[in-house]
């Protein structure tokens, strides 16, 4: 026996071996049963990977977006000295996402101009939608549950801020306080 | 009697304008001939298993029963999920062409990666039924493994000839899953096959998971 029967034969073992079987399906009736038919399968697959979507403030949802839209509550001259409360115009939110419940957090430091600082206890949200309500500063986060079906979210709202000034009770130095309010939504 | 130059030109303008009107914007059905025998159909979707005459000739397909499908796998991408974006993408594992190819001619293929082969014989000795019919059924939804569905109806499909990528003249060349369909009428003593392709496309968020249907295609006789 030469080497290249033996070469020929070694190919020919790892192309049976390497060689799939057919995959998809031909069927074949004869005489009567053709009128019931041959039938053939496809399977068809749809995979829908997870997401999750915040927007906060102006632009679209769905895109990436580092804008940081920034609100302001400017107390009047007038009010400096008493206690009130400053509303802020609406701020759009909007949760899009497709995997179940979520948990939805908010964190932020407080207020500061110069040495002088301004909790974030001073400030409250109302929502225009109790679906999706504001999560509290720094607090445990809020579960979300969907909103449609089992596992997707599609809600919006308006937040209002209000910032609570306590010049007659609790007073702090003039000045411009900011701080930068980070929200997340996670999947638990 | 000699024809005058304005007739002659006249004459042949006409016979252009005839063979252009004649000319259908289907491509003719890419069919082959079949031998006839006793009364059969067959139906076959991607690699099917032929039988071949002693020449090496496909003559027909015998049945498949080692594995009853072939799966198309419509993978979303993030960015189709998010800016609801038509998908068409086909993922096939067949690692030989075959998978997408004519056996009939052996060098026509479907565009790899996206389409699947499709293909209906009908044999008969008698002269009756003339033709076999060949539609495409399928459920409802699709499911994943916790329940949630997606309707079929949420995808398209488009089938064309193999040779020149356009409406093959025998097969309707267009519908949407979640009904019972006929594709084509395949007249006795032919086998005739056509690309399918298929496109997702939902402005629907749908639950973040796999999900799965089978279509079935049918060949019959009345």
Redesign the interface.
Known sequence: MNRPTWKAFAWALIACITTPSALAESKIVTGTATTSGAAAKLNLKIVIPEFIALKVGSGAILTNNTAVDEITLAVPEADASNDTTIASSPVAVQLVSNVGSVSFSSSGDALTSDTETIALSRISVNSSNSALPHPGFGATATPLAPSAGTKVINASTNWIFNYHHQGSTAPVGAGTFTTQITYTVAKP | MPRSPLMHRLARSWLVAQALLMQSPEVFAWSFTLQSA?????????????TYNAQGRAI?????A?????????????FD???RAYLRQIFN????NR?YGSEWNRSTKCPMGYS?I?GAG?QNSSSSPAN?SVTLSSPAQ?TNL???G?P?ST?TWESYSPDTLQKDSQWIGRGT?GTTQTLATVPRNTVSEVCFE?T?GSPN??????????????????
């Open positions: 006793s009364q059969r159909v067959f139906m076959y979707v991607g690699t099917a298993t032929y027909g397909v015998s049945n498949n080692t594995t009853d499908s072939m799966t198309v796998d419509l993978t979303l991408s993030l999920i998010l800016t594992t067949e690692p030989r998978a699947m499709v009908y076999a699709l916790e329940g949630d997606i079929f995808i899953l298929f997702y968020l749908y639950p973040a998971g796999t999900y799965q249907g089978t279509i079935t295609f049918t060949a019959f006789t009345p």
